[in-house]
Structures are given as C-alpha cells and as structure tokens.
C-alpha cells in the first residue's frame, strides 16, 4: 500500500480516537453519539415517518406551496412539526456520513461485510432521493432548482421523446401530475428504504436497530427545541418568470448543486458515475481484503455440540448440523463466506475446538505459555490484555504505570483459560482491556468476554479462580488515561494480596477436553 494511503489512515485512526475519547469523557461509552451513528440514522427516520405522516394531512398536490405555507404559518401544529421534519432529515445525513467515516477508518467494509457497504451506498442514494422530492413538493424556488436541474439531468437520456425541461419554462402551467408523482415517489421510497435496510443487516446476528433510549430522546428533544426556538420560513413561490437574487438551499441535500450547475449534464452523470463506481469498488481494493484473515474451523473430533458458537457469532456463520459419525450432538459447521474471521468462536468453546486458524483456544495457551516463560517476566506483575484496535495504542503509557502488555486481535476471541494461565504462571492479576462495548469491530467481543469472566457463560472463568486478581476495563485508541488509571486501580487491589507462586504446569488444555458434551433444542 503506499505510503501516502497508510498515512491517511494512521491519521484517520488518531483522529477518530480523539473524537471517541473527548466524547466519552462528556457522556460515557454507553451515550457516545459517535459510537450510534447508524442506529441514530434509524432513529431519524423513525421521526420522519412521524412528522412526515402529520404533514401529509395538510398537504395539497393542486396548491403545494399554498398548503405548505399555511401549515407554516401555524406555530403549535404546523410549523414546529415541519422544522422538525427537516432538521432530523439532516441529522440523519450527518450520522450517515459519521457511519460511513466509522465503517472506513475501522475497516469494516470488505470481505462478508461487502454486502452492508453496498446496500449503505444504495440507502444514501434513497434518502438524497427522498430529500429531492421532498423539497420539490413545497415548490419554493429551491425547490425549482431542483426540479430543473433534474429535469436537466434527464434530458440528456435517450428515453423520452419530448424534454422534461419544457414543463418550468412557464409555457404552460406545471400539470398537477408532477406533484402527484413527486409525492408518490416521496411516500413509496420510504418501503425501498426499508427493504434495502433489511439486506444492510441481513448478515448480523441481533442488530442493534435503536440508540439507548435516554440517548435517542435526547436528540430528539434536542431537534425539537430548535424547531421550535429557530421556526422555519417559507421561502418565495416557484415562479418561472422571476428570477430571485439568491435562493435558500439545504445543501446537507444539495452539496452536489454548485457543482453541477456549472457542468453540463453529461458532464454530471459522468462525475456523478464514477464517484458511485468508486465507492461501489472501495471493498474490492481495500487491503483488508488484500489480506483478509482465513474464515474459523471446526475440529469435530473435539466439538460436543454444545452450541455456544453458534450463540455468540455475531455474523450468524455458524451452524450446527446433525452429526454423521454416531455420536449422539450436532456438530458446529462454519460458512466461510460469512465468517469475518473475528474469533468469538474461539472464546466461546470450552474445549478449544472452533476458530480461525493460529487463534483458537489451544493455539492461544501456546502462546501465553511461550509469554510466561520470557526472563522478562517478574512475579506479581499486572498483565494487561489489550485489544489490538484499541488501548494497544496507550501501550507505552501502560507500560509506565508498572503493566506488561500482551496484545490480542480482540477481547471477544480471549479464551478465559489465558487469564487462568496468566494467573498461575505468576501474574499478581490480569486486567483486560477491551474496546467500549459500543465501539467493538467485531460488534459483540466485550459483551461475551464479560459474560463468560462473570457471569458464567461457557467458556466461564472457573470458579477456581481469584477473580480479586482480574478486572475489566474499557478504552479506546485515544483513552490513554482511562487505561492507565484501570491498571493503577487494579494494582491497588493486588498490592495487599500475596506475591502468587508460579505454576504453570496446569493442563488446562486437559481439564477443556473433559467437558461432557450439552444437546440444545
């Protein structure tokens, strides 16, 4: 990749993080706007279904601009509903292109998760739809605008015999037909949009739809109080045979119009073409893809078909099929064109029998072991497991508060065994540091990592374990401090406890095998 890309998307990262990290400090993980930009963008919709549906009582397709002002001009059932209408449609272009920002920066665009990128574009492409003819229907001179530079666009198609540009010359008057497709169009898009949204989360297992509702009415009180303190004004009458000074444009819609005003047509299908190309073939040639990670395995000789993988995928990959060789289970089966090789399945196996290859349970215990037996260790140490994508960035200033690092692709991948063996290799505790749960790349790795640390989820933390000895933190690439603080509470914790002896002689891999194998329905 070139070294102007990669710099790019280093500054990217460090930019995100700071925004994530100063967000966070005002209003805790669980409110970060940041982290809902796309269920913020459902819940906008949710409210212009709303108000849409209330405005549409008063609207009139043979007086568009007379119908809608009069509903302007009623300050407690018309106006407020209108500006609120408005502002929400371009909140939600606001989260849209926050969505979009998120989804590149954190590479969650390719491979399986393709699918979600494209039909993202094809909803982008249906809300600007709808914002153009929801505009159109007032028939204010932004409104002419953009029905001229439409009908400008379609002209220059072979596929209509007479110009649709002649109908705003004022030759004639503009035939109630129009504003009866522009509303239409306006009321149906909204089913497409929906459709498209279904295939946008076809590949997610439980998706979250909805902001937290304290979040979610939050904004939306806070759109309402600016319809109310900043109410909206009617812009003059479409008039074919004035020619106004300026016109009022919302340009979170319009951003393309001074552009393309100043092309040609041909010129703006041409532009317009490829940057919906580009974006369209952004997953094709990203580098996550270039070296996209080998989907999760299954060793059927060691799976007891207990179906705790299947639970946890975020993606719905796995599935469990009836077993083929007597024994009385099913077997988990991985579908490689939907694994996104993230490794919850690994964490989830209490046998160590699932995951992607090199990052399943047995091969992490490998790995802590060859960790343990470093001359660089020291008993009593703060072990720190760190999300690659996260506080692996705050690595130094860890390192500084007393802690050792040891990093994994994700928290949600950790097999609880790890912190066991971390723990009787002589570690003074383990403190994992994941991604805040809204914020996680592969959507679901806090949420279980916690489950199965505390709250007995297979695979749990045995009970056998201190649990005084691990905690828990969240940070994000840009939260340094929270980080280091995590490791200094935890510290305090261990500092009254005994130095643990060293023993790492635990088959644990042993004790997994001997779990019984578990039917579910």
């Known amino acids: 990749m070139p070294a102007a890309v990669t710099a790019i998307e280093r500054a990217g990262r460090r930019a995100l993080g700071a925004a994530d990290a100063a967000v966070n400090r005002l209003y805790g993980w669980r409110y970060n706007p940041l982290y809902q930009s796309g269920t913020i963008v459902v819940a906008m919709f949710l409210v212009l279904l709303a108000t849409g549906l209330w405005l549409l009582l008063f609207y009139r397709v043979g007086a568009p601009w007379t119908s809608v002002a009069r509903l302007t001009a009623n300050p407690w059932t018309g106006n407020w509903v209108r500006g609120l209408h408005r502002y929400a449609s371009d909140a939600a272009i606001v989260a849209t292109a926050v969505h979009a920002v998120r989804m590149v920066v954190q590479h969650r665009f390719w491979g399986p998760r393709a699918l979600a990128w494209l039909s993202g574009i094809v909803l982008v492409g249906l809300v600007l739809v709808l914002g153009w003819t929801g505009y159109v229907m007032v028939w204010d001179t932004f409104g002419q605008r953009l029905a001229?530079?439409?009908?400008r666009f379609l002209d220059a198609l072979p596929i209509l015999s007479e110009p649709i540009g002649r109908a705003f010359t004022g030759e004639r008057a503009i035939p109630g037909a129009f504003f009866?497709?522009?509303?239409?169009?306006?009321?149906a898009l909204p089913l497409g949009l929906g459709l498209v949204l279904w295939v946008h989360l076809s590949r997610l297992a439980r998706p979250t739809l909805l902001p937290p509702k304290r979040l979610g009415w939050t904004i939306v009180g806070l759109l309402t109080a600016v319809a109310v303190l900043w109410p909206l004004e009617m812009a003059p009458v479409a008039d074919p045979f004035f020619l106004p000074a300026s016109v009022p444009a919302d340009y979170f819609f319009a951003f393309w119009l001074p552009w393309s005003r100043g092309v040609s047509a041909g010129a703006a299908w041409l532009g317009g073409g490829l940057v919906v190309v580009a974006l369209l073939l952004v997953p094709r040639f990203s580098r996550g893809e270039r070296v996209r990670r080998p989907p999760s395995e299954v060793d059927e000789a060691i799976c007891t078909g207990c179906w705790q993988c299947f639970h946890d995928c975020p993606y719905d990959a796995i599935r469990m099929v009836e077993r083929t060789d007597g024994r009385a289970a099913h077997v988990a089966r991985v579908s490689p064109d939907l694994c996104v090789s993230c490794g919850i399945c690994a964490g989830s196996c209490a046998p160590m029998g699932v995951g992607p290859t090199g990052r399943t349970?047995?091969?992490?215990?490998?790995?802590v072991r060859d960790f343990l037996a470093s001359a660089d260790r020291v008993p009593g140490e703060i072990v720190a497991i760190t999300c690659a994508h996260g506080a692996l960035a705050a690595g130094d200033g860890l390192g500084r508060a007393g802690a050792v690092v040891y990093p994994v692709d994700c928290v949600g991948n950790l097999h609880t065994s790890v912190i066991e063996l971390a723990l009787r290799g002589g570690a003074g505790g383990v403190l994992v540091l994941s991604c805040p749960p809204r914020d996680c790349r592969n959507r679901e790795g806090p949420k279980w990592t916690g489950e199965r640390i505390y709250h007995d989820r297979d695979a749990e933390l045995q009970a056998r374990v201190d649990r005084r000895r691990v905690a828990v933190a969240y940070a994000g690439p840009g939260e340094v401090r929270e980080a280091v603080d995590a490791v200094e509470r935890l510290k305090a914790t261990v500092a009254a406890?005994?130095?643990?002896?060293?023993?790492?002689?635990?088959?644990?891999?042993?004790?997994?095998?001997?779990?019984?194998p578990l039917e579910a329905p």
């Open 497 to 516: 406890m005994e130095v643990p002896e060293p023993d790492a002689d635990l088959d644990l891999v042993a004790i997994c095998e001997s779990v019984a």
């Open 361 to 367: 349970g047995r091969d992490q215990l490998e790995e």
């Open 180 to 187: 009866f497709l522009n509303l239409f169009v306006h009321v």
């Open 148 to 151: 001229i530079e439409g009908a």
